[in-house]
């Protein structure tokens, strides 16, 4: 069970670049179901969590660092989505609109990545 999580279904055996594959399929999953802000950050919560259980077991288990796990991308995509103003880039017009959601989010990203990369120095 763990190799299935930590591998996103065993996408994290996919020939071509594997972890925008599982990123791409995360926002497909998002984009279809349409969840509300608070099941977003619930999934987000759960996916995290079992994924840090799921890749520390495989990771274990190989006894190698990073093998073909993708959980982490799926988490960091809901984090991505779970940041995402929403109705940002409908209310404004002539190309603003198109810009301004993405510099918004990457207001929202960059704090976030700052305290990761403070908690992990590696990174």
Do not use: F, K, N
């Amino acid at each position: 069970m763990a190799r299935v999580i930590a591998t996103v279904g065993g996408l994290g055996y996919a020939p071509v670049a594997p972890g925008t594959v599982a990123s791409l399929l995360v926002a497909l999953l998002v984009w279809i179901l349409e969840p509300t802000a608070a099941g977003l950050a619930g999934a987000t919560l759960v996916v995290t969590v079992i994924g840090i259980w799921a890749a520390g077991r495989e990771e274990a288990y190989l006894a190698l660092h990073d093998p073909a796990c993708l959980v982490d991308e799926a988490a960091g995509m809901l984090v991505t989505l779970v940041a995402l103003p929403r109705g940002v880039g409908g209310v404004l017009a002539d190309g603003y609109g198109v810009v301004v959601d993405d510099l918004v989010v990457a207001a929202y990203a960059s704090p976030v990545l700052q305290v990761v990369r403070g908690l992990v120095p590696h990174l």
